[in-house]
């Protein structure tokens, strides 16, 4: 029989609720976290003096409230406890600070749109992005950990790149790499999951239990969502849908395979099917979009096609999970936009009834920064879940 918990034990984890709430929903005053939390103001009181103490929070009288009687203080997320997200795409690298709260207090990224994607040169220009977000954070501050999003398959127990077929890596230590040069604990998440936390945490699907987010570059990528949990299978590696064949014999993907979703409904199919010769990333995407509103036939011909393969895709999705959102984020946010009507269609023809008939089809609220938020998210994880704990 286990024993009950410590009256540490209850303090501490009453201190990572309290956090959570206040990172997740904003600044609240001690009156609404005693009712969300089920605690007296007099336990409230003396939580947000331990998280006031290590730096976490700050409290301030709230504004007019036409109310008699003494206010309720309002705890607000510190605004000199930060992350470093960095998020490592097969077009750019960007890197962000983000502070407790989520909101993002600087942010900058660099193209690649040629050129190597050597490990050595990625993660030496990673590390000198995330010391100059460190840098410029300016004293009193305080960095509580670095997440990078990285688009392939990734071992999050210690950070290694299995394979990632876009940039050619397999088995690329990134975070361990990444943990010597910075003198921090980092985490290494996969892109579309860490974009479908963030969706859920602060995003289009907050409180959605089951989801479904679709992130597109020049690779298609997936995070699945059910009962609250991120999908991850035995290794971690789940959610690779852009290798969902759906089209037998089709396009050659990165992976070795034909057909894959991502080799008929990515990027590179968007820009072949159109003709163009412009590099890989969202500016010719939006190029594409553009045309096609303006009534050059062969760039909507190009969004009908690779929307009609999105619509396979999204049908086979819907149809094995049951979602009640499907989310569509990075350069598939554009298509799906400009291609709503495919992708809607297919789906009427190839989703089951029952699963379909209550799905949801939306875009990102976070735009661009959604895989960068997720890194966040991750790299704040320790810190919300045992605040007082000491860093790594």
Not at 146 to 165: I, K, L, N, Q
Not at 257 to 264: D, H, I, P, T
Not at 363 to 392: H, I, K, Q, V, W
Request: hydrophobic share 45%; glycine share 14%; charged share 20%.
């Amino acid at each position: 029989m286990r024993a009950a918990p410590s009256p540490e034990e209850i303090r501490r984890r009453n201190l990572a609720v309290l956090l959570r709430h206040i990172h997740r929903g904003g600044p609240m005053s001690r009156a609404v976290l005693a009712e969300r939390m089920g605690l007296n103001r007099s336990t409230i009181l003396a939580l947000t003096a331990d998280l006031a103490a290590a730096g976490l929070v700050s409290e301030e009288l709230p504004g007019q409230t036409g109310k008699a009687g003494r206010p309720s203080l309002v705890v607000r997320p510190s605004e000199q406890v930060y992350v470093v997200a960095l998020d490592v795409g097969t077009d750019r690298l960007a890197v962000g600070r983000v502070g407790l709260g989520g909101a993002v207090l600087a942010r900058s990224e660099t193209p690649r749109t040629s050129g190597t994607f050597d490990p050595d040169e990625v993660i030496t220009a990673l590390a000198a992005m995330a010391r100059g977000m460190i840098e410029s954070a300016g004293p009193g501050t305080r960095c509580a950990g670095v997440g990078v999003a990285f688009c392939g398959m990734v071992r999050e127990s210690d950070g290694v790149v299995r394979y990632g077929p876009n940039l050619g890596w397999v088995d690329v230590p990134i975070g361990a790499r990444l943990s010597e040069e910075l003198g921090l604990k980092v985490a290494v998440g996969n892109n579309a999951n860490l974009g479908a936390l963030a969706e859920r945490e602060r995003g289009v699907c907050v409180d959605v239990e089951n989801l479904i987010y679709l992130h597109g570059d020049v690779g298609v990528g997936g995070g699945i969502i059910l009962g609250g949990n991120l999908i991850g299978g035995e290794g971690g590696y789940g959610g690779e849908v852009g290798h969902m064949i759906v089209n037998p014999g089709g396009r050659p993907c990165a992976c070795g395979s034909r057909g894959c979703l991502e080799a008929e409904a990515g990027e590179l199919a968007l820009i072949a099917v159109a003709g163009r010769t412009d590099p890989p990333g969202r500016a010719v995407v939006g190029a594409i979009v553009e045309a096609a509103a303006r009534g050059d036939a062969r760039c909507r011909d190009a969004l009908h096609q690779v929307g009609d393969w999105l619509g396979y895709g999204v049908a086979n999705l819907v149809n094995i999970f049951n979602p009640s959102v499907v989310v569509f984020g990075g350069v598939l946010r554009e298509i799906y936009l400009a291609a709503a009507a495919q992708v809607r269609s297919r789906l009427a023809v190839d989703g089951l009834l029952a699963v379909r008939e209550r799905v949801r089809l939306r875009t990102s609220a976070l735009g661009a920064d959604a895989t960068l938020l997720g890194a966040a998210e991750l790299a704040f994880t320790d810190l919300l879940t045992d605040p007082l704990r000491a860093p790594d």
